[in-house]
């Protein structure tokens, strides 16, 4: 499994912009996506304008097929509501282990 955590700052004048392509991006990757397993969206407590994404595929070709979807592109067409770069932070899944856990299999 790979996972992903993604933080992004949002300007706060287009934060509704914002909310509404990463729904759009990450309910599509859930529902549209067999290889994407979790797409989380959260915001942090402190500063409302701070989204962090908790994102699982189940491999590369998962990756690439979500980058390739219909609703990833809404999402990278709302670039302009961020302000700042992204923030990446690429992980392996080590529990659970079990792909059927992930896949509900």
């Known amino acids: 499994m790979i996972a ?13 912009d914002f909310l509404e392509a990463i729904e759009v991006d990450a309910l599509g990757s859930e529902r549209d996506e067999p290889g994407c397993v979790r797409f989380n969206v959260l915001q942090d407590e402190s500063d409302e304008n701070v989204y962090y994404f908790y ?3 189940v491999d590369e070709a998962a990756v690439e097929a979500h980058r390739a979807a219909p609703h990833y592109a809404v999402w990278q067409a709302a ?26 299999k």
């Open 4 to 16: 992903k955590w993604i933080k992004v700052r949002v300007k706060p004048e287009k934060r509704q």
């Open 55 to 57: 994102e699982v595929y």
């Open 79 to 104: 670039a302009h509501t961020l302000d700042g770069p992204v923030e990446r932070v690429e992980c392996q899944s080590v529990f659970p282990a079990d792909p059927g856990y992930w896949t509900g």
